[in-house]
């Protein structure tokens, strides 16, 4: 064992799943008796989340590894955690490459972290990269936020998307039941949380690996289903949802979030490339009709809805004109936040095989004309919010400015207005909008 006091630090890296997990690590650490440190210099345990999504995202772990494997040889009490994708992705290799490392865990084993930790306390050096069936958390979370929490629903995706790791690093789907969803949410509720998003990589496929299959065939807890289940839980005032895929995405859902007043008018629903021939390489399983249909009838459910979405540029094979099929669809739909990158070519997918990629520089000319146009069609976007009453829900003080507070409309826009967090932390205030830029407002608050 170590000599206290434990001080514990995590940076995360990646996406929402991530800090999920970083999430549930930092309150397993805390049971465990830890202290959370924010500066890694003072911590006796140092756990990196990693994310390897893009090549520039994996390499970033590799830097930061070197600095604390370095005073590893000075404090041999300090312990080093490699977590996530990234160490799924490499396991033992991880350990050739930096041999300081304690454990390297992918990241179906974050609910398992006490054990493995014993396990190196013991003296050991330690890889869990083994797939294995997702327990049931029993610790409680150390939640960022005390406003708005996420809750897994569904872990892994099946899909196989060619130019996509997440496959290879999440592991195969795996659902949470409904009743512990629920469990959690009413914990959260109970705790004075008042927004929850339900996490998934592709959540459309929430309850498919459930048992319990209806005689007609269709399932018995689709998201659909989950929502009116979980929509009435006391105390939760918002439910979102993400990562939404268009292949799935169905009619029922969209009529759902219509009814269901908690359910915000927010949609991410990625679609990659506007152009079909690519869309078919990328094995996504649609076409770009059928995603504006979605969107068409989402608008025609809910016209204000906000919809964001994520793009790649430059995957293997794209011409100048198949990228111009993805500007147009962007130009066409005007989404109000849409996350855009280079095609990164990553091991293990097939796409990084092929021999027609794209050069660097026609990837970073057209991530800049995209990036260029998303702006533009934000801006408008935001426009229709100049004036409105938006219910902003507080989350925290803008850090820029301690007079002011920030949060988020039910459309997800980031909001500032003049008002004291102590006050305002955890209200939905409704709040007269007076400026609008692409990605964010700022209003004045209407207390009644
Ligand atoms: N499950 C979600 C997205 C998961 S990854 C979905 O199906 O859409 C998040 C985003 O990273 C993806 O939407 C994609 O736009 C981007 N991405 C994934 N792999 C990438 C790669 N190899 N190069 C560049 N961007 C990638
Ligand atoms: Fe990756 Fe595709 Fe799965 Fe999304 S749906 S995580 S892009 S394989
Ligand atoms: Fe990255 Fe893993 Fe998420 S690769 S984007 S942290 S699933």
Redesign the pocket.
């Known amino acids: 064992m170590t000599t206290f006091p434990r001080r514990y630090h995590i940076t995360t890296f990646g996406?929402q799943m991530n800090k999920a997990d970083s999430e549930r690590m930092a309150g397993i650490l805390e049971d465990m008796g830890f202290e959370r440190s924010e500066d890694p210099n003072e911590a006796n345990l140092i756990l990196y989340n990693t994310c390897t999504?893009?090549d520039n995202a994996e390499q970033k772990v590799y830097s930061y590894l070197g600095r604390q494997a370095k005073r590893k040889h000075e404090e041999p009490d300090l312990t080093l955690v490699v977590a996530g994708c990234v160490a799924q992705q490499e396991g033992e290799a991880l350990l050739r490459r930096v041999p300081e490392l304690d454990l390297v865990m992918g990241p179906q084993h974050a609910n398992r972290l006490q054990d493995l930790l014993e396990v190196v306390f013991d003296g050991n050096q330690l890889v869990a990269t083994e797939p294995i069936h997702i327990v049931e958390d029993i610790t409680k979370p150390r939640r960022d936020s005390s406003v708005t929490a996420w809750v897994n629903v569904i872990y892994g995706?099946n899909?196989r998307?060619t130019?996509?790791?997440?496959p290879n690093v999440r592991g195969i789907e795996q659902s949470r039941t409904p009743e512990a969803i629920r469990a959690e949410m009413e914990q959260l509720g109970q705790q004075g949380y008042k927004e929850v998003t339900l996490l998934g990589?592709?959540i459309d496929a929430y309850g498919r690996d459930l048992a319990g299959s209806t005689e007609s065939g269709r399932h018995q807890h689709t998201l659909t289903d989950l929502l009116y289940e979980v929509h009435d839980v006391p105390g939760i005032e918002r439910i979102r949802f993400a990562?939404s895929?268009p292949r799935y995405f169905t009619e029922r859902l969209i009529r759902a979030c219509q009814e269901l007043p908690k359910v915000c008018e927010h949609f991410h629903i990625?679609f990659?490339s506007g152009d079909n021939d690519i869309l078919k390489a990328m094995a996504r399983g649609y076409t770009q009709e059928k995603y504006r249909r979605i969107i068409d009838k989402i608008r025609e459910y809910m016209p204000d809805a906000s919809i964001s979405a994520?793009?790649?540029v430059g995957f293997p094979g794209e011409t100048e004109q198949q990228f111009e099929n993805t500007l147009k669809l962007v130009a066409d739909i005007g989404f109000d936040q849409l996350?855009t990158?280079?095609?990164?070519?990553?091991p293990g997918?097939p796409?990084a095989l092929w021999e027609n990629q794209v050069s660097e520089e026609a990837k970073s000319d057209r991530l800049q004309r995209l990036n260029h146009l998303v702006a533009t069609k934000a801006a408008e976007r935001s426009q229709r919010y100049w004036g409105r009453l938006e219910e902003v829900l507080v989350e925290d003080q803008n850090p820029k400015d301690p007079t002011q507070v920030m949060g988020r409309t039910r459309g997800n826009r980031l909001t500032f207005f003049t008002g004291d967090i102590n006050e305002l932390k955890g209200l939905v205030v409704p709040v007269q909008i007076t400026e609008v830029r692409a990605f964010s407002l700022t209003g004045q608050p209407m207390f009644l």
């Open positions: 996406c999504i893009r995706c899909e998307c130019y996509c790791v997440v990589q592709n990562t895929h990625p990659q994520d793009a790649i996350n990158a280079a095609y990164s070519p990553r997918t796409a």
